[in-house]
Nanobody
Framework: VQLQASGGGLVQAGGSLKLSCEASGRIFSINNMGWYRQAPGKQRELVASISNGGSTNYADSVKGRFTISRDNAKNTVYLQMNSLKPEDTAVYYC?????????WGQGTLVTVYS
């Protein structure tokens, strides 16, 4: 099983980016999917998560700006990021609970400049 993340990049403060993460391989079940981020010198933190039923959870710092969604037919989770701030700069990692194990994507860098 692999998770392939994409969509990171360089964006000006106030701009938007959309991250995608597709799971592939021998997949029997996917439960929670989510996005984490790690800024330089900081611990990895949860940004948002979504259950297979569509229930969502967000870090307080991104509520109202980020939206997580998933397409179960495509085994893909998305993170729409709006009103980006310099403090959102980090490597973003997707995570998914697949076949009863946690899996991580390779990370995609998001850089927000003012």
């Amino acid at each position: 099983v692999q998770l392939q993340a994409s969509g990171g990049g360089l964006v000006q403060a106030g701009g938007s980016l959309k991250l995608s993460c597709e799971a592939s391989g021998r997949i029997f079940s996917i439960n929670n999917m989510g996005w984490y981020r790690q800024a330089p010198g900081k611990q990895r933190e949860l940004v948002a998560s979504i259950s297979n039923g569509g229930s969502t959870n967000y870090a307080d710092s991104v509520k109202g700006r980020f939206t997580i969604s998933r397409d179960n037919a495509k085994n893909t989770v998305y993170l729409q990021m709006n009103s980006l701030k310099p403090e959102d700069t980090a490597v973003y990692y997707c995570n998914a609970h697949i076949n009863f194990y946690d899996h991580w994507g390779q990370g995609t860098l998001v850089t927000v400049y003012s």
